[in-house]
């Protein structure tokens, strides 16, 4: 059974930092794509960061030079740390792990990230 549990999230003032993390299970963890995405209230959810199993990594523009993304592969454990959070990052942020040819697609139950300005 496949599980993506997230943990990190909480409330910070705006300026501050928070490092999310996501611990795999049940799949060949170093094959996948993970991502970390974001759902604000009344908003579609959005991919923030992803990293390849080549360690490639792209992020939305909004978050670049603020948030990067990480992968332990040894401890099937994808990070996203965020610095300088601003009140618009304030969302549920969730991990995903995707295999396109193993038709692969899972989802954490997100965590919630609150920031205060």
């Known amino acids: 059974q496949v599980q993506l549990v997230e943990s990190g999230g909480g409330l910070v003032q705006a300026g501050g930092s928070l490092r999310l993390s996501c611990a795999a299970s049940g799949i060949i963890f170093s094959i996948h794509v993970m991502g970390w995405y974001r759902q604000a209230p009344g908003k579609q959810r959005e991919l923030v960061a992803a990293?390849?199993?080549?360690?490639?990594?792209n992020y939305t523009d909004s978050v670049k030079g603020r948030f990067t993304i990480s992968r332990d592969n040894a401890k099937n454990t994808v990070y996203l740390q965020m610095n300088s959070l601003k009140p618009e990052d304030t969302a549920v942020y969730y991990c995903n792990a995707r295999h396109v040819m193993l038709g692969a697609d899972y989802w954490g139950q997100g965590t919630q990230v609150t920031v205060s300005s």
């Open positions: 990293i390849t199993s080549g360690y490639r990594t």
